[in-house]
């Protein structure tokens, strides 16, 4: 009985481990309405949270090509959240 609930409690942890990803590198190109990160083109979405390291909303236009940033996908692939280093 022990072995089997962590059996599943792994299963479970695997699954949801796997369900979202964070991607990280540089902007290479953004525009209103998409961002390319590491060679992948990512949707922007109206709920979309775009940040700075410390959580505080940002424009767009403090985005440039070079910016660190981490990418959150939700479940579906959609980009969930952009958090950039962004030097003001």
Known sequence: MRKNVFVILGAVLLATSAAAETVSG???AIDPTRVTVS???FPIERTSEITDLSGQ???LAELRPGTP???DLDD???LGG???AVVR
């Open 82 to 84: 952009l958090r950039a």
């Open 39 to 41: 060679g992948r083109t």
């Open 57 to 59: 909303r940002i424009g």
């Open 69 to 71: 940033v981490e990418i």
């Open 26 to 28: 540089v902007v290479e």
């Open 76 to 78: 579906a692939g959609h």
